[in-house]
């Protein structure tokens, strides 16, 4: 039985404004998820996850129809949405195999909270189609990977996805992101912290709703610009900065301060929530160089970038990994 784990991500600049064709700069983080496949000899689909939610849960639903619902054992919003991206995963992992009536038994075992701005849908997709690809004897180039994970949460999200979170989860690392035009970036080293506020955002809402106040405001549009404007400035300093190794003080710097310009521009943009502020607010208060929400919003977790490297996350190097 093939398993393949991918890892999560945080955003240092640029969510929201992909999905409008403006670039990103996401890492990948050391939490991730893991996904074990065993193709079976029906076209069913059975899924078990112990860690997605507080208690886990298990789906079972019949691969060979397509509208129909899963049997959940926990009806919770966030589950239904978690088999979505499984559903879609697995269609896609028949496609690439050509095994339209191809089975599995998919085992999840995830790091990453769900809904919390950490990549974990993206993370599942990409373990997913490769576990599942890999039970049926064929074996995913990287880029295609990262490409069928994108379809994936592009049907999810009713088109509503960058291929930002899909890309950085099969790569690794620090990457850059505009439009279809991905590819790793040759960044120092960033210690940050990473902080949870218990809550879950709806990614598609959120992304739905900034898409409603683009279209009603221009001066909502022009936000969305200003961030991807953020996201070149940043850009370049990490460009100067010597790759491989720790970020100088200044540059940290310099970086936190466009984290706190870009937290900005996201609450204007209605995505950030009253703890995310207070988290943002406190960890600059405690001597952060800079802090900023991270992925769709809606509650849930906050990134803050600090000179301390002891207790804190650095982007993490490994990609999807096989076994």
Do not use: N
Request: with cysteine.
């Amino acid at each position: 039985m093939p398993t393949s784990t991918a890892p999560g991500k945080v955003y240092l600049f640029g969510e929201h404004a992909v999905v409008y064709g403006e670039p990103a700069v996401p890492c990948a983080v050391e939490r991730r998820a893991a996904v074990t496949v065993e193709a079976r000899d029906d076209d069913r689909v059975v899924v078990e996850a112990s860690d997605l939610t507080l208690d886990g849960f298990t789906v079972t639903f019949d691969g060979s129809t397509a509208d129909a619902d899963p049997e959940l054992d926990v009806p919770t919003r966030l589950v239904q949405s978690a088999t979505g991206y499984v559903e879609e995963a697995v269609a896609q992992a028949r496609d690439a195999a050509d095994a339209p009536d191809a089975g599995f038994e998919l085992s999840i075992d995830s790091e990453i909270p769900l809904g919390a701005g950490l990549g974990s849908s993206a993370a599942v997709a990409v373990a997913a189609i490769d576990a599942a690809t890999r039970a049926l004897g064929v074996t995913l180039p990287r880029e295609e990977l990262a490409e069928r994970a994108y379809r994936t949460e592009h049907a999810v999200q009713e088109g509503g996805a960058s291929r930002a979170d899909t890309f950085c989860s099969a790569v690794g690392g620090a990457v850059r992101v505009e439009g279809a035009d991905c590819r790793r970036l040759d960044a120092p080293e960033l210690p940050f912290v990473v902080g949870f506020d218990g809550g879950a955002g709806d990614t598609g809402e959120l992304v739905a709703g900034v898409r409603a106040l683009r279209e009603r405001h221009a001066f909502a549009a022009d936000t969305v610009a200003a961030i991807g404007d953020v996201v070149r400035d940043g850009e370049e300093v990490l460009a100067d900065a010597p790759a491989g190794s720790p970020a100088d003080e200044s540059t940290l710097a310099v970086l936190g301060g466009l984290m706190d310009f870009d937290h900005g521009l996201l609450s204007a943009l209605g995505v950030s929530t009253r703890s995310l502020d207070a988290m943002v607010w406190t960890a600059r208060e405690a001597g952060a160089h800079g802090a900023k929400l991270t992925g769709a919003g809606g509650g849930a977790v906050s990134s803050r970038s600090t000179g301390r490297t002891r207790r804190s996350g650095r982007c993490a190097t490994r990609r999807t990994a096989s076994t």
